[in-house]
């Protein structure tokens, strides 16, 4: 069992006092009362000779996620979050696209229309980045650190708040009436917009940076209606960006939106001349954007890292919240990793970190303890195949049953049901069981493919859909449509040839091997393969074998930790 000590060089802070059962009454003159949170144990501890920077922590949930009974990850990282000081720490929580609607729409019928459609078409999403953009105005202090996390549409959102940093700055605290300028300032993509854009920048805004951006599985379709919002795909205002990406999601619309490294510098884009001169207006706003990105010496630290399991597996909610393993934890504990990592000073709850996540505190901001390979371990049963079919039996099953229900009924009361207590505040009775064997049971558990788990989910994978063409390299000069129609089929992800860089291999975190090693319910080997595709095995992309990817050929894939 791994040793639970403090970690090495992150120190314990308890915040105002030690006490924790001291009352108000109790309370030192001129010391405010916290509560709980008097009692947690923060880290990283701040250290006195040299004072550390606020942060502002911005989480956007995916659609349809908000706090319920199978949070995702960001509310999970929420729970984690240090929210009592905000001389320290000022953290910003929205719910997903689809979850709440305008205090202007009367009647709950009406409401639920609107949040359907929202979820349908992401009508919000321009609400949604104006939201986060506000928090940012009102409460941004020049040496403050910006860390942005999302999840699905929450992650798409996340980058375009990133980008409309990038292009329009950030108004000065107050100007709430310029927001919705800025915004349309921002969405523009022709060339007069884009003049514009620039000189509204220099004329109300200030230029900031972002220190952190971290996202689970940004899907590049925002609704049934396309968005394509300027600096989603590279963006050189962030600092450190990470991204968890799902290895068997295979739904069409759910295609991954990755991050795009520029190919070009300003000598080969002058955004003077090139960009006025030769390029059709509608393609004038990418090649800004790779002169604005190869025209800054600040280089983003990107990180793109591949995880088994579907959409939910990756960025959470696919458990009911006191389960006490789930794939969704491994992406998470690689986030918080991450965090530690590039030392944004963001304040995590160390109790929570250990117990809840399963990390080991010792090795938080370094390599992960040793993995633990899969002896005779066996990958657990997926849920069952179809939700609806198993309905079906459960209605002719209670017809059946109808009868004899009525019949005890009136002879026998009901027995009292004994339902778990929501509000418990300890997430499972289990023991922290170290690092390495929190990350095994993890890896062994079902994957939640929601395209064979829902039936409707199949009927889109059969429909022609329009979507953005992923290039393997952009032309400065190509005035080629970049959108095409395709019907998906239930195939897996196309990973291209621009994301295999770093001597054409691809980043897979090294739970993905456990489960590549481990045995079925049946005892066979072999049965977990992942569902993405790509050309390295043959000239067109295709979904690699098991023999593929367990062999030693390290040109193919790097497992990272």
Known sequence: MTDTTRPRNLSVDSGHGSN?????????????????????????????????????????????????????????????????????????????????????????????????????????????????????????KIGDKICIFGFSRGAYTARALAGMLQKVGLLSKDNCQQLPFAYSMYARNDLEGLQLSIMFKRTFSIDVKIEFLGVWDTVASVGLVDRDLPFVGTNNAIRYFRHALSLDEHRAKFMPSYYHRSPYTEKQIDKRSQLSLYLPEENIIEQYEDAVNGSSSDKTDAREVWFAGAHCDVGGGSVPNNTRHSLARIPLRWMIREIFRTKTGILLDAKMLQNEVGLDLKTIDDFAPPRIPPEVDALQPEPPRDRFILAVDRFVLNAIKFPYKLVTGLIRPPKVSMKANFFQEKASTSEYLGESNEELYDALSPIYDELRLTWWWRILEWIPLRHKKQKEEAN?????????????????????????????????HRSVKTRLEALDKYGRSGTYVPRIRTRYFSSKPERSTHAQWMSNDQSFCEWVD
């Open 476 to 508: 400065p000069l190509n005035d080629k449509k970049e959108y095409i129609w395709s019907v998906n089929r239930g195939r897996g992800r196309k990973v291209f040839d621009f994301l295999m860089h770093n001597e054409n291999r691809i980043k897979v």
């Open 20 to 140: 924790s059962s001291q009352s108000s009454v109790d309370t030192p003159v001129g010391i405010p009362w916290r509560g709980k949170d008097a009692s947690r144990h923060w880290i990283p501890i701040e250290d006195p000779s040299s004072p550390r920077s606020r942060t502002l922590v911005l989480c956007f949930d995916g659609t349809g996620e908000q706090f319920d009974v199978d949070n995702s990850n960001i509310v999970q990282l929420m729970a984690m979050l240090r929210k009592d000081d905000a001389s320290k720490q000022l953290v910003y929580y929205q719910a997903g696209i689809g979850t709440y609607t305008s205090p202007l729409i009367v009647g709950e019928g009406a409401a639920t229309v609107a949040k359907t459609l929202d979820e349908m078409f992401a009508i919000t999403l321009p609400d949604h980045i104006k939201e986060g953009y506000e928090f940012l105005m009102q409460n941004y």
